[in-house]
């Protein structure tokens, strides 16, 4: 008897033996099986990725090997078998265009040769691979090489944005590389028709993260924003003329970090996330209202009026000859506010884009700016547009309206008027829910022009949320970031306030302790330990081992020593409270005991 002859393998079975010689599986932390090519480890292929994915290179492998197209369901088989053979592997997290390792910053170029720009120690350089693992999207596009000694103040020829803004937009730009992990601010490019929002949009994108798609229209609603959202770092929405609070309140978790859970296709029980925190862009004539918390993360940029113009033809081939020189210029502004990051100190303390605040300082102390103190005069002025654009918060500024233990349908009967010819407008609370979510929502806005405004949470008699609400003395144009009224933060955290100190931002008022509403009179240095519980100062309930319920500490002004105050030590706010001798949380106690 002869030999047998050597059984012959099914396609399935060889593109599985080619795929593991030619390529090294792995998983993401989120489930997601990849391969890559041993020279560039750092690149991730999908594993039924279309045509970024495994599955093409392997269909195109197996034909030049065997001058023959294998079947799609050879494809689909072999796909199965190594996704099991990826899960097996040690998960890694997967990132687009920029991510941040052992100290140093690395760019995805996305280029033929996948090169990487490192960014560490002062720096950058041009790397043929990195210790970390990007994914790319069919929105991906290649960055151009740098030029050294590049210039990025060429980018003001090329973009006309005002001369008092252009240390945001850097920092905006910088930002976006260095510190891939943060919360990122909302850039707003805001001017009249004509003014090159468009191209100046274009010409920031093609800089931080270029794409095939660098502009954007408005989402029709959540789905579409995630998927799109979900494809590029940076997200730029083109000619935004409103922003509806569903997509107000999308952008802000996306700027933080967001996530989307779905069924995945083809299945009835199978999930897919979606996870990511992106760089937005929004630019218009006029953004319309804008809710507080919206507001509270949007950094601003005007554009000036263009006079003389010239063919697009033109102006395209001089931003490719100077693309180079102002990348250059960027990546060395980006490394020296990268090394200068972790010991800059931000006068005036830090604001609630906390990360922002502090590339921005280090970007006006190289360029010798003054871009800190422009961020914070509009996040002032947004504020303030911010409670005109609610027209119950609106009549609530309007009447300086005056609460103390006030429900919210009680707030809501008094702020209504009473007139014939009133007409409810349309963003008007119809019920009590509606009333505590708008003035929660708003409430940090509200102190932030000198008002006090609390709540108890319900923790009373009735178990009903009643609010203490008490306008500033006076109504002075106040800056919430002014060096002399500083935010106490710790680990990124604001000071919420409550009868024990002031709410973050709020201006301390004559006759009473620092930190309440408008007193003239600098805060005391001197501090004493505070928790953000909703009970005021240490020894209330929910309160142990110097930690509030939420577990962040904070410390606020001491209290003046000609400042009535409470036996616990907390300052009397309210008439009532100075009336009673006690404050409003002992009071609650008594009531309950």
């Known amino acids: 008897m002869g030999d047998k002859p050597p059984e012959k393998r099914s396609q399935s079975s060889q593109l599985v033996d080619m795929a593991r010689e030619r390529y090294s599986l792995g998983v993401s932390d989120d489930g997601q099986p990849y391969g890559s090519y041993p020279d560039a480890p750092h690149v991730a292929l999908p594993l039924r990725g279309g045509k970024l994915g495994l599955r093409a290179s392997l269909a195109r492998n197996y034909f030049e090997k065997h001058k ?9 088989d072999a796909c199965t078998v190594l996704e099991g053979y990826a899960m097996q592997e040690t998960p890694h997290p997967l990132h687009l265009r ?11 170029t996305a280029d033929k040769s996948d090169r990487v720009i490192v960014i560490g120690d002062g720096e950058w350089r041009v ?7 990007f994914r790319r999207t069919e929105l991906t596009a290649p960055i151009q090489a740098p ?3 590049g210039n990025v103040e060429k980018l003001w020829e090329h973009i006309n944005v005002v001369e008092a803004d252009r240390a945001v937009l850097l920092a905006v730009m910088v930002s976006a590389w260095i510190q891939p992990e943060a919360p990122h601010v909302i850039l707003g490019l805001l001017a009249e028709h004509g003014s090159a929002k468009s191209t100046t949009t274009r010409r920031i994108v093609a800089l931080i993260d270029p794409t095939i798609a660098p502009l954007r229209m408005p989402a029709r609603d959540i789905e579409q924003w995630v998927t799109a959202a979900n494809g590029s770092w940076v997200v730029a929405i083109d000619n935004v003329s409103t922003i509806p609070q569903w997509w107000s309140d999308a952008l802000c978790r996306a700027a933080t970090g967001d996530a989307l859970t779905k069924r995945r296709l083809y299945t009835d029980a199978d999930l897919a996330v979606l996870k990511f925190r992106r760089c937005c862009i929004l630019n218009g004539i006029d953004l319309g209202g804008l809710a507080g918390d919206f507001s509270d993360r949007l950094a601003l940029a005007d554009l000036t009026r263009i006079t003389h113009r010239r063919d697009e033809a033109q102006l395209e081939a001089e931003w490719r000859r100077d693309y180079p020189a102002i990348l250059g210029g960027l990546l060395d502004l980006a490394a020296e506010a990268h090394a200068m990051l972790p010991t800059v100190t931000v006068a005036g303390g830090l604001s609630r884009m906390a990360d922002f605040t502090k590339t921005l300082a280090c970007i006006d102390a190289i360029r010798g700016s003054n871009g800190l103190d422009r961020y914070r005069e509009r996040a ?3 504020a303030a547009d911010s409670l005109a654009s609610d027209s119950l918060i609106a009549e609530l500024v309007a009447q300086r309206h005056e609460s103390e233990e006030r429900t919210a349908r009680q707030i809501l009967e008094h702020l209504t008027p009473t007139e014939k010819d009133w007409r409810r407008p349309r963003d008007w609370p119809r019920n009590a ?10 409430a940090p806005a509200l102190r932030a022009r000198g008002w006090t405004i609390e709540n108890d949470h319900g923790r009373n008699r009735d178990k009903v949320t009643r609010w203490t609400i008490m306008p500033p003395r006076d109504e002075p144009e106040f800056d919430p970031h002014d060096p002399q009224y500083p935010q106490p933060q710790v680990n990124g955290h604001e000071y919420r306030g409550s009868e024990c100190g002031s709410s973050a931002g709020q201006k301390p008022d004559a006759g009473q302790s620092a930190g309440h509403a408008g007193q003239p009179e600098t805060p005391n240095p001197q501090t004493t330990a505070c928790l953000t519980s909703d009970y005021g100062s240490a020894g209330h309930a929910g309160q142990e081992n110097g930690q509030s319920l939420d577990g962040h500490l904070f410390t ?3 209290t003046d020593a000609g400042t009535p105050t409470c036996d616990c030590g907390n300052s009397l706010i309210t008439p009532d409270a100075r009336a009673a001798g006690k404050c409003k949380p002992c009071r609650d106690r008594e009531r309950v005991w």
């Open 147 to 149: 030029a050294r000694g």
């Open 98 to 108: 920029v991510a941040e390792h052992a100290g140093h910053i690395y760019i995805d």
């Open 433 to 442: 829910r509606i009333v505590t979510t708008q003035l929660t929502r708003h």
């Open 556 to 558: 606020a002004p001491a």
């Open 68 to 76: 023959t197209v294998p079947s799609s369901q050879a494809l689909a």
């Open 127 to 133: 790397s043929d691979t990195a210790p970390v693992v």
């Open 380 to 382: 002032s002025h947004l």
